[in-house]
């Protein structure tokens, strides 16, 4: 549904500059200059293209210190978009986590979430918070069925809430689509659970929704009541149970960097907090870290996110990469979810034990076949887990088209081809937190 108006060069570095690029990084992807990347499926977060009408709002960008016209147009399109009149700007979804859960979670109080994202458990432990997952059988499952595994198991959470004293539990938190459960979506009516949930323990409820359209599109898809339905309107509906929001719009708000919390009218008081606390880590509360152009440039990516044919090219191409993947031999998660394919790299490589991280190995392997930069997501990212062994690809928004899905699907057959000839990895130098370790850890292999 796109035409170009702008390139950018890439080209396929031969293997030998490859291989040692792999080496000079430590077998870690992260250390890798992306000038060496040929695609680049890190992740969805900020990699997006802007469309000519973002760059266009970017060039009208307000830079005014307070009271800025870029925030006014962020503000109307949340309050469109989203329903939420209260905004707090921040640079990015972990900058608004900050702003809300240091307001919220005091020492000693438990978070409970369908699965807390990486940087929300760091947000909630930092506050002295405990988090706690609740997600529902079968989500870390590659073949379980089910149109909505990225649910809050609200009876679990019910049952764990009491066990720690329904008063010492702030906030429940529902994340969609659920990124660290293979992006799988949420569906309305387990929101409203979670809601008379919250309402029963006399807690809050938070949506990060930092991927509040592309769940819509699954909630139209497979949610019989909403069939019918616009994505605006559902967004408006799974959003109106929360006390307040939390957003990345590095994922639907369409842009580079940028963030912001909404919370809901009663929540006069929690706004006043946030803005304060932007003021104190953030930037003023009408820009919260962002230039006014930053700003004008979510504002139209918000609305853009929420456009039907956008989002069925979107979802269509995650799918279609799956398929292809699929059709090469490569076990990857079903139902696919929102932004990125799931390879369980542990049925992949079978001949890898779980402590020679095979996820890395694929990963690694995948980048010296073809340049392909993807990222582990199992015993090395999360140790001391069960968590399986995925290699999540996410898919930037915009980005690549049908030949580099292609090439992606090749360059993961040539891995599987010879997937008995991999070796395992060691660590060889890792942070003193242990839980960041696969964003800077050097590994070296092992037979
Ligand atoms: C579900 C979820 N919440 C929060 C964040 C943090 O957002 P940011 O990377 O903009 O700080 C992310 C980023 O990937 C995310 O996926």
């Known amino acids: 549904m796109y035409q170009s108006e702008m390139v950018s060069r890439q080209e396929l570095p031969d293997r030998e500059?490859?291989?040692?690029?792999?080496?000079?990084?430590?077998?870690?992807?992260?250390?890798?200059?992306?000038?060496?990347?040929?695609?680049?499926?890190?992740?969805d977060s900020g990699t997006g293209t802007m469309s000519t009408d973002q760059w266009a709002a970017l060039l009208g960008g307000d830079e005014s210190y307070a009271g800025s016209d870029s925030f006014e147009r962020l503000e109307r399109a949340i309050a469109d978009v989203l329903?939420?009149?209260?905004?707090?700007?921040?640079?990015?979804?972990?900058?608004?986590?900050?702003?809300?859960?240091?307001?919220?979670?005091?020492?000693?109080?438990?978070?409970?979430?369908?699965?807390?994202?990486d940087t929300t458990r760091a947000h909630v432990g930092e506050s002295g918070g405990r988090p706690l997952d609740c997600p529902v059988d079968g989500a870390f499952d590659i073949d379980a069925p089910g149109e909505f595994k990225g649910n809050l198991d609200v009876e679990a959470a019910r049952e764990r809430a009491s066990a720690v004293g329904a008063d010492r539990v702030p906030a429940v938190v529902v994340t969609l689509t659920n990124n660290s459960a293979a992006g799988q979506p949420v569906s309305v009516e387990n929101v409203r659970r979670a809601r008379q949930l919250a309402d029963d323990i006399d807690a809050r409820l938070v949506v990060d929704g930092c991927r509040f359209a592309e769940n819509a599109w699954f909630v139209r898809e497979r949610e019989p009541e909403f069939a019918d339905r616009t994505i605006e309107e559902i967004v408006r509906e799974q959003l109106s149970y929360a006390d307040a929001v939390v957003v990345s719009g590095k994922k639907d708000g369409l842009v580079n960097v940028g963030g912001f919390v909404a919370v809901a009218?009663?929540?006069?008081?929690?706004f006043g907090r946030l803005r304060e606390r932007a003021v104190l880590y953030e930037g003023f509360y009408t820009y919260g870290g962002m230039a006014g152009r930053d700003m004008a440039a979510m504002a139209v990516g918000l609305r853009e996110a929420a456009e039907p044919a956008y989002l069925d090219h979107r979802i269509g191409q995650v799918r279609t990469l799956a398929d292809m993947l699929e059709s090469r031999g490569i076990p990857v998660y079903r139902p696919v979810g929102g932004h990125a394919v799931?390879?369980?790299?542990?049925?992949?490589?079978?001949?890898?034990?779980?402590?020679?991280?095979?996820?890395?190995?694929?990963v690694c392997d995948a980048y010296r076949e073809g340049g392909v930069r993807a990222v582990e997501l199992g015993g090395f990212a999360f140790p001391g887990t069960d968590r399986p062994d995925f290699v999540r690809l996410a898919l930037p928004r915009r980005r690549y088209h049908r030949e580099h899905l292609e090439h992606i699907a090749e360059t993961f057959g040539a891995v599987l081809d010879h997937a008995g000839e991999l070796d395992?990895?060691?660590?060889?130098?890792?942070?003193?937190?242990?839980?960041?370790?696969?964003?800077?850890?050097?590994?070296?292999?092992?037979?």
Not at 265 to 270: G, N, P, Q
């Open 17 to 43: 500059t490859r291989v040692a690029a792999l080496e000079a990084a430590g077998y870690n992807v992260f250390g890798l200059s992306s000038s060496t990347v040929y695609i680049d499926l890190l992740t």
């Open 83 to 117: 329903g939420f009149e209260q905004v707090v700007p921040a640079h990015q979804g972990r900058g608004a986590e900050n702003l809300l859960y240091g307001a919220l979670v005091d020492e000693g109080e438990t978070v409970i979430a369908n699965t807390h994202f």
């Open 265 to 270: 009218d009663h929540e006069t008081e929690l």
């Open 342 to 362: 799931y390879i369980d790299a542990g049925e992949a490589v079978p001949e890898i034990p779980r402590e020679r991280f095979p996820g890395q190995a694929v």
């Open 424 to 447: 395992g990895l060691e660590i060889v130098d890792e942070p003193a937190r242990e839980a960041l370790r696969h964003f800077s850890a050097s590994l070296r292999p092992v037979e």
